[in-house]
């Protein structure tokens, strides 16, 4: 996946560089730790899918000295907070995707290679949104937030990025 030194984060326009992660962490309401600024800087390097584990490995090969039980607390409480998002994997794993603008996976059930697709608009509204409002204008009931799960295999020839 492309570097991506700066990233919208949710609402408000708001962008984030690796060398800010205290004060994203402060704006979502996020106390500081130095775990949780390790964690969101090394996600904020470029757009990546990572497992808890793989995260873990990827920082302990770093050098950092975080615990498994350390990096899951706080991948819940950044994706809690917004500042990552969590879907499931071809086994069905939680993944977590440093990308949190509106978009969705396609995940190969025989590689796990997962690939990004951008949202398509309905009526100029993402369709998750437009789906949530739809459903609830249909059913009076209150859509916390729609998920899709999309499953599919890649073009012969590889992986594409």
């Keep these: 996946m492309a570097h991506n030194p700066e990233r919208e984060l949710g609402n408000g326009g708001e962008h984030a560089h690796k060398s800010d992660a205290r004060d994203v962490l402060k704006e979502r309401g996020l106390r500081y730790s130095r775990p949780r600024e390790v964690i969101l800087t090394f996600l904020l ?63 190969c059930p025989t590689t796990g290679e997962v690939q990004d697709v951008p949202a398509p608009l309905i009526n100029g509204v993402p369709l998750s949104r437009f789906l949530k409002d739809y459903v609830e204008e249909q059913t009076g009931w209150v859509v916390d937030e729609p998920r899709f799960s999309l499953t599919g295999r890649p073009p012969s020839g590889g992986a594409q990025d």
Excluded: C, I, M
């Design 45 to 107: 390097e470029e757009d990546r899918h990572v497992s808890a584990e793989s995260l873990y490995l990827d920082l302990k090969h770093r050098g950092e000295d975080l615990s498994l039980s350390t990096v899951y607390l706080n991948l819940s409480a950044l994706a809690e907070a917004g500042l990552v998002r969590e879907f499931r994997g071809a086994t069905g794993q939680s993944l977590y995707d440093s990308n949190v603008s509106p978009h969705y996976h396609v995940v």
